[in-house]
């Protein structure tokens, strides 16, 4: 059962434009949500987090978006540039103490042509 | 060192031999986790270490793995009997709150 869910493998935005990329969640007891990109041969870098008592942050050319009642939430990078082509990991946390846990979905990956 | 460490980066062992991963978190973390990278897949959870509390081994996929973490700092991934459904890269993370973990380059496992 698939709690975190990044439902499409792959994005492909002009250099300059917007790029959305989207997840959604099964598990309304999560507690924050997150970002992390990752380019090959290397670990996941973490990029930006959202508590879910909030429905925005904003960080730079990023900012990610909670809409809890659709279990939905999305990272926007304005203005895309080609060094954002990287595999882009959505990530879920329960604070439970002992039994926390980052669920990671599947992964995106985004190219963004010169 | 600043970041997570991971030994070794490469590793590449016959199939039915034991293997050990090892970590070195972020000094201070008291949380650390592994993950794997399946070729084409996502970030796959094996466990997690919480300070002094019991892991969480819900992720490891077989009893062919075990994880230990000495002294609330270094921690060791065993996989016994390896199998080529094994092969993936193999990552550990640290944080001292589940917020903005920080992952380590991965060790590449190959089961020939």
């Known amino acids: 059962d698939q709690q975190v869910k990044q439902n499409s493998p792959s994005l492909s935005v002009q250099e300059g434009r917007i790029s959305i990329l989207n997840c959604d969640y099964t598990?309304?007891?999560?507690?924050?949500f997150l970002w992390y990109k990752k380019y090959p041969a290397e670990g996941p870098t973490f990029l930006i987090s959202?508590?879910?008592?909030?429905d925005k942050n904003e960080d730079g050319r990023f900012t990610v978006f909670l809409n809890k009642s659709a279990k939905h939430l999305s990272l926007h990078i304005v203005p895309s540039q080609p060094g954002d082509s990287a595999v882009y990991f959505c990530a879920a946390l329960r604070e439970t103490g002992a039994n926390s846990k980052l669920t990671f979905g599947k992964g995106i990956t985004l190219s963004v042509r010169p | 060192g600043a970041g997570v460490s991971q030994s070794p980066s490469n590793k590449v062992t016959e199939k039915g031999k034991d293997v050990e991963l090892r970590c070195d978190p972020i000094?201070?973390?008291?949380?650390l986790y592994w993950y794997r990278q399946s070729l084409g897949q996502g970030l796959e959870f094996l466990i997690y270490?919480?300070?002094?509390?019991?892991?969480?081994k819900s992720g490891l996929p077989s009893d062919r793995f075990s994880a230990e973490r000495t002294g609330g700092s270094v921690s060791t991934l065993t996989i016994q009997r390896t199998q080529q459904e094994d092969s993936a890269v193999y990552f550990c993370?640290?944080?001292?709150?589940?917020?903005?973990?920080?992952f380590g380059q991965g060790t590449r496992l190959t089961v020939v």
């Open positions: 000094s201070g973390h008291t949380a």
């Open positions: 993370a640290s944080s001292l709150a589940g917020v903005g973990a920080f």
């Open positions: 270490f919480q300070g002094n509390s019991a892991p969480d």
């Open positions: 598990n309304s007891m999560f507690d924050y």
């Open positions: 959202i508590s879910s008592i909030k």
